[in-house]
């Protein structure tokens, strides 16, 4: 599979095929598998990256954690946003909405609204061009406010709404097409330091192996033909 020089986030504009060392591009770095592709792919496009990421209501310190140790190897900045009220639905002690009784524990409302607002208005301070998110195919089955759809319209707005009109800020999203296994083989292409991720619930010292983000995990790199240099030594040990 070949990248793409499309952009997938909206059908309106056209992914640039230009040489983009002069382009400042702002990823979306959660220290996740899928952030960590993007901001590998941001830079492999040869885009100016600064990264940017959210300290939330019991956000996983390792996660956290592994954001920054992505941004210092690739010697770019991060830059964290605190929102102490935002809590996931699990977290949540004023939720009276029968609606949310079949969410992911990990939903948040109007995540991605809040985010990459945030992010826009960063984007447009900067002059940064894009906004690069890592969400991939299968997120779009649990987060609504990941999908193709959801960014168009947000592109949309972001366009209005700013005095920059559409020059910056523009979401792009690199991995929409993909499933998990194909972001983790783009990952392997891309040499992402897979070890340096984080993708376990806890917060704990090593993943734990046994939830549903180390399940997915594993699976996905099975599937992909590839070792996980961390599930695969310390789930058995």
């Known amino acids: 599979m070949k990248l ?8 309106k504009r056209r992914f640039p095929n230009q040489a983009a060392k002069t382009v400042l591009a ?13 901001l590998y792919w941001a830079l492999k496009k040869g885009y100016r990256v600064q990264s940017l990421g959210f300290n939330y209501f019991h956000r996983n310190k390792k996660e956290v954690e ?10 770019v900045s991060y830059r964290e946003v605190s929102l102490n009220f935002l809590r996931e639905v699990e977290d949540s002690t004023q939720r009276t909405n029968d609606l949310l009784e079949d969410a992911e524990r990990a939903y948040i409302p109007s995540r991605n609204v809040i985010f990459y607002g945030i992010a826009s208005y960063i984007a447009e301070i900067v002059d940064a ?3 690069v998110g890592g969400h991939n195919r299968d997120d779009v089955k649990s987060f609504p406010d990941s999908s193709l759809d959801f960014f168009d319209k947000f592109n949309t707005l972001t366009s209005v709404g700013l005095m920059s009109g559409a020059r ?7 991995l929409a097409k993909l499933s998990k296994v194909e972001v ?5 292409r891309l040499k ?9 619930s806890r917060s704990t010292r090593t993943p734990c192996g046994k939830c549903h983000s180390c399940s997915l995990r594993k699976k996905a790199f099975e599937e992909a033909g590839l070792t996980d240099p961390i599930s695969d030594s310390l789930i058995n040990s």
């Open 26 to 38: 702002i990823v979306l770095l959660s220290g996740g598998l899928d952030s960590a592709v993007s």
């Open 129 to 131: 061009r894009y906004i």
């Open 168 to 174: 910056t800020g523009r979401v792009i999203l690199p």
């Open 66 to 75: 592994a954001a920054k140790k992505l941004a210092r190897l690739n010697k």
């Open 4 to 11: 793409s020089s499309r952009d997938n986030s909206t059908k």
């Open 192 to 200: 992402v330091p897979y070890e340096l991720t984080w993708s376990c």
């Open 184 to 188: 983790i083989k783009l990952g392997k």
